[in-house]
């Protein structure tokens, strides 16, 4: 009799059990992962084995494999030729020249001009490339990265459509008129203007010079657009000028509708911050024709100077600088003097394992008569002397 009473009840647990079963497999909201191997973390893993046999050799084939690249990018780096002008004018900055400064809503009036005479020693092979660099103009700052408005720049509006405050204060004048380009980066625009000038044989030969393919083609093509419209001082007619430009952005080229308004290769230039507080920027490329199909001529070169960008009130200088390129870029020989030290480190360091192993390290046999291999378990001594106190 009790077997046949306990039959209901173990069946009924069976039935409770499976519907329970069920209703887990059927659970929507269950955070349990499945149970496979990925999920479960039962994939098979291969660990290296760090010993004497594999760190040393791959301390060698880094060192071997560093020190030839190092010393190819550093000798790269030492063939771009290159000549710095420093044009820093505290005569035009200070009023002592012609440069005067007025309280009108354009804070820097400068009509100071000159030009700085200098000599390259050797010609240099083309491409040249002319950029301007400036020391200590922090652009890396937090505020001042974010004083921009993209969507403005993108054409979307002429507007300045940033509805926080990150473009202040460089964003509307009196709550009427909006800054064109407004942000922080816009007025900060590095506007002198520099010229060339060769003196071969006595005779001055202007230095042909291209303001365009100067900018990221993803920039040209994709980030800066002008407003809608043929007329651009129609499209910024409800705007204003920067604090601190001369001109309007739509007045930037105006002998280059491509090359004008947002679309204007140095404002996008500029408007890539640079990440330390001495930079340099592309100002122009060489057009070589002429006398300069070849590159430029060695010789005595005169450098014309418009001076719009003071500097000397953050303690910065300016610099005009001529430059070619290698496959790396320009003049930088860090990457190979990186790539050097860093291989003879590695090279350093493999010697001194080698040495170690030399002297203190088991030799094979040792290692036979211990029968230790990859498969050999993980065995703590403490665990012995634990057992036998």
């Given at each position: 009799?009790?077997?046949?009473?306990?039959?209901?009840?173990?069946?009924?647990?069976?039935?409770t059990t499976s519907s329970a079963t069920n209703s887990d497999k059927t659970k929507p909201n269950s955070?349990?992962?499945?149970?496979?191997?990925?999920?479960?973390?039962?994939?098979?893993?291969?660990?290296?084995?760090?010993?004497?046999?594999?760190?040393?050799?791959?301390?060698?084939?880094?060192?071997?494999?560093?020190?030839?690249?190092?010393?190819?990018?550093?000798?790269?780096?030492?063939?771009?030729?290159?000549?710095?002008?420093?044009?820093?004018?505290?005569?035009?900055?200070?009023?002592?020249?012609?440069?005067?400064?007025?309280?009108?809503?354009?804070?820097?009036?400068?009509?100071?001009?000159?030009?700085?005479?200098?000599?390259?020693?050797?010609?240099?092979?083309?491409?040249?490339?002319?950029?301007?660099?400036?020391?200590?103009?922090?652009?890396?700052?937090?505020?001042?990265?974010?004083?921009?408005?993209?969507?403005?720049?993108?054409?979307?509006?002429?507007?300045?459509?940033?509805?926080?405050?990150?473009?202040?204060?460089?964003?509307?004048?009196?709550?009427?008129?909006?800054?064109?380009?407004?942000?922080?980066?816009?007025?900060?625009?590095?506007?002198?203007?520099?010229?060339?000038?060769?003196?071969?044989?006595?005779?001055?030969?202007?230095?042909?010079?291209?303001?365009?393919?100067?900018?990221?083609?993803?920039?040209?093509?994709?980030?800066?657009?002008?407003?809608?419209?043929?007329?651009?001082?129609?499209?910024?007619?409800?705007?204003?000028?920067?604090?601190?430009?001369?001109?309007?952005?739509?007045?930037?080229?105006p002998g280059n509708p491509d090359n004008n308004g947002y679309a204007n290769e140095d404002l996008m230039?500029?408007?890539?911050?640079?990440?330390?507080?001495?930079?340099?920027?592309?100002?122009?490329?060489?057009?070589?024709?002429?006398?300069?199909?070849?590159?430029?001529?060695?010789?005595?070169?005169?450098?014309?100077?418009?001076?719009?960008?003071?500097?000397?009130?953050?303690?910065?200088?300016?610099?005009?600088?001529?430059?070619?390129?290698?496959?790396?870029?320009?003049?930088?020989?860090?990457?190979?003097?990186?790539?050097?030290?860093?291989?003879?480190?590695?090279?350093?360091?493999?010697?001194?394992?080698?040495?170690?192993?030399?002297?203190?390290?088991?030799?094979?046999?040792?290692?036979?008569?211990?029968?230790?291999?990859?498969?050999?378990?993980?065995?703590?001594?403490?665990?012995?002397?634990?057992?036998?106190?």
């Amino acid at each position: 009799m009790a077997s046949t009473s306990d039959t209901p009840r173990s069946a009924a647990n069976t039935t409770t059990t499976s519907s329970a079963t069920n209703s887990d497999k059927t659970k929507p909201n269950s955070k349990l992962p499945k149970n496979a191997r990925f999920t479960q973390q039962k994939l098979p893993a291969w660990q290296p084995v760090m010993s004497a046999n594999t760190i040393i050799p791959i301390l060698f084939a880094v060192g071997i494999a560093f020190i030839p690249l190092g010393i190819g990018f550093l000798i790269s780096s030492l063939n771009v030729q290159e000549k710095i002008v420093d044009y820093t004018s505290s005569d035009c900055e200070s009023g002592s020249g012609e440069f005067s400064r007025n309280d009108t809503d354009q804070p820097w009036n400068i009509s100071c001009q000159f030009t700085v005479n200098f000599t390259l020693n050797e010609g240099f092979r083309k491409n040249v490339y002319m950029y301007y660099s400036l020391s200590n103009f922090y652009q890396n700052h937090r505020r001042y990265i974010k004083s921009v408005d993209l969507p403005q720049l993108e054409g979307k509006s002429s507007q300045c459509t940033d509805t926080t405050t990150s473009a202040d204060p460089y964003k509307e004048f009196n709550s009427s008129l909006i800054y064109a380009p407004c942000g922080a980066i816009a007025n900060s625009m590095f506007n002198d203007i520099l010229t060339l000038t060769y003196i071969g044989n006595g005779t001055p030969i202007p230095v042909p010079l291209i303001n365009t393919g100067i900018a990221w083609k993803t920039d040209k093509n994709y980030k800066y657009k002008n407003p809608p419209g043929h007329n651009l001082s129609l499209a910024f007619s409800n705007t204003l000028k920067p604090i601190n430009w001369s001109r309007s952005v739509y007045e930037l080229d105006p002998g280059n509708p491509d090359n004008n308004g947002y679309a204007n290769e140095d404002l996008m230039v500029w408007m890539r911050t640079a990440a330390l507080p001495t930079f340099r920027k592309l100002y122009r490329r060489i057009n070589h024709t002429d006398v300069f199909s070849e590159g430029l001529p060695a010789g005595n070169y005169s450098l014309g100077v418009i001076y719009n960008y003071p500097v000397l009130k953050f303690k910065g200088t300016k610099r005009m600088i001529l430059s070619n390129t290698s496959f790396l870029g320009g003049k930088n020989p860090f990457l190979g003097i990186a790539y050097i030290v860093v291989g003879a480190i590695c090279v350093i360091t493999g010697f001194i394992f080698l040495i170690i192993h030399i002297k203190v390290g088991k030799r094979k046999s040792e290692l036979r008569e211990e029968q230790i291999n990859r498969k050999t378990p993980y065995y703590d001594r403490r665990q012995e002397k634990s057992t036998h106190l």
